[in-house]
Antibody, heavy 128, light 105 residues
Framework: QIRLQQSGPRLVKPSQTLSLTCAIS??????????WNWIRQSPSRGLEWLGR?????????DYAVSLQSRITVNPDMSRNQISLQLTSVTPDDTAVYYC??????????????????WGTGTTVTVSP | DIQMTQSPSSLSASIGDRVTITCRAS??????LNWYQQKPGKAPELLIY???TLQSGVPSRFTGSGSGTDFTLTISGLQPEDFATYYC????????FGPGTKLDI
């Protein structure tokens, strides 16, 4: 059974960097048929996909356009986990942050991705 | 970015009812559309992927259909545990969620 265990500070000051980790058990961060994602949820933004990392002979990452200048998602193969760093945070970054595994499946003539395993979520508040 | 809309934003129904939720994308997704259920205080759970494939362990009363820009989630014979919020999510480029549909009694 695949499980994702999130950890990190729940309170971050404005202008500082939000850092979270997501430890993976039951799967491998360098799996060739998965991608590892960060998503957040707030009343004002709903569910917002932030970014992902995945391994396909080499490491790739993608980010939400609105966050590209502030976000990094990194894999850590030695610890089998991923991390999220979001710089220059403001109160608008207050949210529940989730990590999630996206399975990649070949169906017909294309690959499909779907998030089948989620962490339990970390409530992060940005406040002085 | 691909924009997603859902309708209705909220829906009241009764046990045993059949309900349909609609999701629309701002450009064609082919069949790159997933549906999730979320209950208060919990992470979303995958119901349907690739527009119409039921995730393992999900009851057959949940069905998904559609392709291109228009998709539907139908729940036939509502059960008490189905009252939740439902989200569509496009996985074409790369991921965007719809705003959600809250289903209550």
């Amino acid at each position: 059974q695949i499980r994702l265990q999130q950890s990190g500070p729940r309170l971050v000051k404005p202008s500082q960097t939000l850092s979270l980790t997501c430890a993976i058990s039951g799967d491998n961060v360098s799996s060739n048929n998965a991608a590892w994602n960060w998503i957040r949820q707030s009343p004002s933004r709903g569910l917002e996909w932030l970014g992902r990392t995945y391994y396909r002979s080499k490491w790739y990452d993608d980010y939400a356009v609105s966050l590209q200048s502030r976000i990094t998602v990194n894999p850590d193969m030695s610890r089998n986990q991923i991390s999220l760093q979001l710089t220059s945070v403001t109160p608008d970054d207050t949210a529940v942050y989730y990590c999630a595994r996206a399975e990649m499946l070949w169906l017909g003539d294309t690959y499909y991705y779907y998030m089948d395993v989620w962490g339990t979520g970390t409530t992060v508040t940005v406040s002085p | 970015d691909i924009q997603m809309t859902q309708s209705p934003s909220s829906l009241s129904a009764s046990i045993g009812d059949r309900v349909t939720i609609t999701c629309r994308a701002s450009q064609s997704l082919r069949m790159h559309l997933n549906w999730y259920q979320q209950k208060p205080g919990k992470a979303p759970e995958l119901l349907i992927y690739a527009a119409s494939t039921l995730q393992s362990g999900v009851p057959s009363r949940f069905t998904g259909s559609g392709s291109g820009t228009d998709f539907t989630l139908t729940i036939s014979g509502l059960q008490p545990e189905d009252f939740a919020t439902y989200y569509c999510q496009q996985s074409y480029s790369p991921f965007t969620f719809g705003p959600g549909t809250k289903l209550d009694i």
